[in-house]
């Protein structure tokens, strides 16, 4: 249900899981900035490993809830509880209690995307014998924290990989597309996105305004997908910054 006046009207409500005969619960929700919304829960329509778990999935709207595309699958096995969704700009990252070990002690797994969840990262543990996590993200940052042994754990990371997802190719042959890095301008990281429809030795090059080399940030050959680039600028002086990519 979605409410544009601080909650005094509500829409009408929507249902977003599958209609079947499988239970789904535990809703997570977050919201960007520019109006995306994202709606995680438990499934057990694609199983349980011991009936407390399922598959985590994912819908998004981009349109503030109007309208919502297809489920994802967020996690690999169906082990998963208790999930956490956070968003900064393009980032998405979601931690959630898994079970494939068993009910207790269970442990923490993460996966993240820089692309308003079109592609993800592969799955990354946190902690083990974990339990009820929570995530939070500003800018480039992610943070999460879980219980453990009596003990409130923290961890906080940066998606800053390289992450190659074969997508299906346009069906042109030779093409190379390098979207605009987001966020620009940027204090610490900034994120790339090229796609090619056909294997290519591919070179990317980041340059100063004087025409010296900084920082090579891809030199090799890429079969077609999608490929997201980081460029950590902590360390980089202030000013403006240059890239130059080659394929062959």
Same mark, same amino acid.
């Given at each position: 249900?979605? /409410?544009?006046?601080? =909650?005094? !009207? +509500?829409?009408? @409500?929507?249902?977003? #899981?599958?209609?079947? $005969? ?38 998004? /709207?981009?349109?503030? =809830?109007? !309208? +919502?595309?297809? @489920?994802?699958?967020? #996690?690999?096995?169906? $082990? ?169």
């Amino acid at each position: 249900m979605v /409410s544009s006046n601080h =909650g005094t !009207t +509500w829409s009408s @409500e929507l249902v977003l #899981s599958t209609i079947d $005969s499988y239970p789904a619960w535990e809703p997570q929700m977050a919201v960007d900035d520019i109006g995306n919304v994202y709606d995680c829960w438990q499934d057990a329509k694609y199983g349980s490993s011991n009936g407390y778990s399922g598959k985590l999935l994912l819908r998004k /709207s981009a349109d503030n =809830g109007q !309208t +919502w595309q297809a @489920e994802q699958r967020i #996690s690999a096995l169906r $082990s998963a509880a208790r999930s956490s969704i956070a968003t900064a700009g393009a980032d998405i990252h979601i931690v959630w209690e898994d079970q494939r070990f068993g009910w207790w002690p269970a442990c923490i797994y993460y996966r993240g995307s820089v692309d308003y969840g079109l592609t993800w990262c592969d799955e990354v543990a946190l902690g083990d014998t974990s339990g009820n996590p929570v995530v939070a993200a500003s800018d480039s940052t992610v943070y999460a924290a879980w219980s453990s042994h009596g003990m409130i754990m923290f961890q906080r990371g940066r998606l800053q990989h390289v992450t190659a997802t074969r997508e299906r190719a346009t069906g042109l042959p030779g093409i190379l597309l390098l979207n605009a890095n987001y966020p620009n301008p940027f204090n610490q990281i900034t994120n790339l996105r090229i796609s090619v429809t056909a294997m290519e030795h591919v070179r990317i090059r980041l340059y100063d305004v004087l025409g010296q080399e900084v920082e090579v940030l891809c030199d090799g050959v890429l079969t077609p997908g999608t490929y997201h680039i980081s460029i950590e600028g902590s360390n980089l002086p202030s000013g403006v910054y240059m890239l130059r990519v080659e394929s062959r």
